[in-house]
């Protein structure tokens, strides 16, 4: 049984279409706003997104990408950047997801789809966002996520608490958020973007990006793009790690 779904989104991006290639075509592009993924420039090249192959390289106006995963599934990527007035762009961005195995439930597919959906619409915020702000910046990327899926929702509705985020907070607003260390003075961020399933807050020098595992049963996680100049990524690593454990210790 072949299953299939696509995810298409259009939009227009505050940066010339040269910009917009490197923000979506270049491993130092996608740190500032995605996650690490290399491009090797070139069709039939390889792409650090699982086992995925460029299909269309075609600068700074069409990138195709085609990755493979374990039980049948596959995904194709697509960028398609178009000029548009005063130096801006305009982005059609597209994936399409394949199973051509078996699917044992299909909640599963449901989940997966509706997954697809909510990402695509966090990220592509996210990289207009970095386009305003940082292109062009050097970004270290921060992952860290819990061992165990979250299961409640409240789980998420705490470390939004510990963050500083009133109940009736909005986009738009700007709090002092103080990051892990102890050292560390409060930094001023404002809400770029707040639901049930993400939290997007941006400063000076960084996108902070959490994620609530509940949702889709899986574990809560954050992925940063910070900006400073001196970061230590490994330190940055370590530091977050702990906060996001201490946050679960105190949920619990």
């Not at 490197?22 to 090797?40: F, I, K, S």
């Not at 178009?82 to 078996?102: C, F, K, Q």
């Not at 409640?152 to 709090?175: E, K, Q, S, T």
């Not at 973007?193 to 899986?218: C, E, H, I």
């Amino acid at each position: 049984m072949v299953r299939e779904f696509e995810v298409r989104r259009e939009q227009d991006l505050p940066a010339p279409p040269e910009q917009v290639w490197d923000a979506v075509a270049t491993g130092a592009g996608n740190r500032g706003w995605l996650y690490p993924m290399e491009v090797e420039p070139r069709a039939g090249g390889r792409a650090t997104r699982g086992d995925a192959t460029v299909l269309t390289w075609e600068p700074p106006r069409h990138l195709a990408l085609r990755a493979t995963q374990d039980g049948g599934f596959s995904n194709t990527l697509s960028y398609r950047i178009e000029p548009a007035a005063g130096g801006t762009s305009r982005l059609r961005m597209g994936i399409h997801w394949v199973h051509t195995g078996v699917v044992d439930e299909a909640w599963a597919w449901e989940a997966k789809s509706d997954a697809a959906e909510k990402h695509v619409d966090f990220y592509q915020h996210g990289l207009a966002e970095y386009l305003r702000h940082f292109a062009g910046r050097p970004a270290v990327y921060v992952r860290a996520a819990r061992a165990e899926p979250a299961t409640d929702p409240a789980d998420f509705a705490a470390l939004r608490r510990r963050l500083g985020l009133a109940d009736d907070a909005a986009v738009g607003d700007r709090f002092a958020l103080r990051g892990p260390g102890p050292d560390r003075d409060p930094v001023e961020v404002v809400v770029d973007w707040l639901s049930t399933d993400f939290v997007g807050l941006r400063g000076p020098d960084a996108l902070y990006r959490f994620f609530n595992g509940s949702t889709w049963q899986v574990p809560s996680w954050l992925g940063h793009h910070l900006f400073a100049e001196d970061t230590d990524e490994q330190q940055a690593v370590k530091e977050w790690t702990a906060w996001l454990d201490d946050t679960q210790t105190q949920e619990s």
